[in-house]
T-cell receptor, first 110, second 115 residues
Framework: AQRVTQPEKLLSVFKGAPVELKCNYS??????LFWYVQYSRQRLQLLLR??SRESIKGFTADLNKGETSFHLKKPFAQEEDSAMYYC????????????FGKGITLSVRP | DTGVSQNPRHKITKRGQNVTFRCDPI?????LYWYRQTLGQGPEFLTY????????KSRLLSDRFSAERPKGSFSTLEIQRTEQGDSAMYLC?????????????FGQGTRLTVV
């Protein structure tokens, strides 16, 4: 069975501080990993995916297969980063359903 | 807004009533998903369509739930004999078919409250 664990519910930091949102997964194959974000009063949207290996809005995430982790990082948080963040995984194939973690609220204080 | 559209945005119903939600995906997307999200949880997969074919249903989808996508375009999710435990946000997502895992685009959801 596939599972995504986000161990923390809330992370509160000051503007300019580094951010790390933790995500661990279990899956008996080679999954694809994603971070989705939901800003206040907006729909859930893709932030980044591990196969893209790109930085979006200053965020990066590295897939560590040995530790089965996909932590999201940003060196200097901005107030506009305040949102709900969900880690998710999907298997490759026709049904690309997503398995989500419970999410974490990031609050960036001025 | 050319994204995924869901209607209604909010629905309050009495226990035992039937409700139906509609999802209009992005027009060129042939894959459509329904998820359910309860307070403090991430979205949980309910069912998946490729064109008009319903190819997978989660164990969460009891026999009171039925989903259709009759012409491979919009989809409906019906809940019969609603229970208080059905209260949740129901999310629809669509994606295009391609190699690998395509990005899923989500609607704004329908929030169901069963009283």
């Amino acid at each position: 069975a596939q599972r995504v664990t986000q161990p923390e519910k809330l992370l509160s930091v000051f503007k300019g501080a580094p951010v790390e949102l933790k995500c661990n997964y279990s899956y008996s194959g080679s999954p694809e990993l994603f971070w989705y974000v939901q800003y206040s009063r907006q729909r859930l949207q893709l932030l980044l995916r591990h196969i893209s290996r790109e930085s979006i809005k200053g965020f990066t995430a590295d897939l560590n297969k040995g530790e089965t982790s996909f932590h999201l990082k940003k060196p200097f948080a901005q107030e506009e980063d305040s949102a709900m963040y969900y880690c998710a995984l999907s298997k490759t194939g026709a049904n690309s359903k997503l398995t989500f973690g419970k999410g974490i609220t990031l609050s960036v204080r001025p | 807004d050319t994204g995924v559209s869901q209607n209604p945005r909010h629905k309050i119903t009495k226990r035992g009533q039937n409700v139906t939600f509609r999802c209009d995906p992005i027009s060129e997307h042939n894959r459509l998903y329904w998820y359910r999200q309860t307070l403090g949880q991430g979205p949980e997969f309910l069912t998946y369509f490729q064109n008009e074919a319903q190819l997978e249903k989660s164990r969460l989808l009891s026999d009171r739930f039925s989903a259709e996508r009759p012409k491979g375009s919009f989809s409906t999710l019906e809940i019969q004999r609603t229970e208080q435990g059905d209260s949740a946000m129901y999310l629809c997502a669509s994606s295009s078919q391609g190699t690998g895992v395509a990005e899923a685009f989500f609607g704004q959801g329908t929030r169901l409250t069963v009283v």
